[in-house]
């Protein structure tokens, strides 16, 4: 019994060493962060510009803030797609306009989307024209090639 109390007095010590010790380390960042405020901030505005700058740059026909392609309708495409999922989700599909006028329909009457009124077409051209199947097919036959015997 009286082993079980030690350890367990051992025990809580070395809890209340511990918080003490994180305790001070806490106490002193904030003591550091007082007394030179403009680390704090200088990585803040930095960070801030670094985010500014990307979203005004397009670079290759790609818009670096979001990854679609910079064409008429991108803005309105950004606005109506990106409140629900990510920019990704539109932008690794392929789909003729009839497919994503069907996506868009079943988004409206299984996932609560809004009607897109006007922006509908202007959607729906920029998503046909950018996004669009791309055909994929065998690789061309092999010519010319001297084939050999392994030994």
Same mark, same amino acid.
């Given at each position: 019994?009286?082993?079980?109390?030690?350890?367990?007095?051992?025990?809580?010590?070395?809890?209340?060493?511990?918080?003490?010790?994180?305790?001070?380390?806490?106490?002193?960042?904030?003591?550091?962060?007082?007394?030179?405020? *403009?680390?704090?901030?200088?990585?803040?505005?930095?960070?801030?510009?670094?985010?500014?700058? #990307?979203?005004?740059?397009? !670079?290759?026909?790609?818009?670096?803030?979001?990854?679609?392609?910079?064409?008429?309708?991108? *803005? #309105?495409?950004?606005?109506?797609?990106?409140?629900?999922?990510? #920019?990704?989700?539109?932008?690794? +599909?392929?789909?003729?306009?009839?497919?994503?006028?069907?996506?868009?329909?079943?988004?409206?009457?299984?996932?609560?989307?809004?009607?897109?009124? #006007?922006? !509908? *077409?202007?959607?729906?051209?920029?998503?046909?024209? +950018?996004?669009?199947?791309?055909?994929?097919?065998?690789?061309? +036959?092999?010519?010319?090639?001297?084939?050999? *015997?392994?030994?």
């Amino acid at each position: 019994m009286e082993n079980t109390f030690r350890d367990q007095i051992k025990l809580l010590s070395r809890m209340l060493f511990t918080f003490f010790f994180l305790f001070l380390i806490l106490i002193g960042g904030l003591f550091y962060l007082i007394d030179n405020p *403009e680390t704090f901030e200088s990585s803040k505005t930095d960070s801030l510009q670094d985010v500014t700058e #990307a979203d005004d740059k397009v !670079e290759n026909t790609i818009d670096l803030a979001n990854g679609f392609i910079d064409d008429e309708g991108m *803005e #309105a495409t950004i606005q109506n797609c990106t409140g629900c999922h990510s #920019a990704q989700l539109v932008t690794q +599909n392929r789909m003729s306009r009839e497919g994503w006028k069907a996506t868009i329909k079943w988004m409206q009457e299984t996932q609560n989307l809004w009607d897109l009124g #006007a922006n !509908e *077409e202007l959607i729906l051209t920029y998503l046909s024209k +950018n996004y669009a199947p791309t055909k994929k097919g065998r690789r061309q +036959n092999l010519e010319n090639i001297e084939w050999y *015997e392994l030994e």
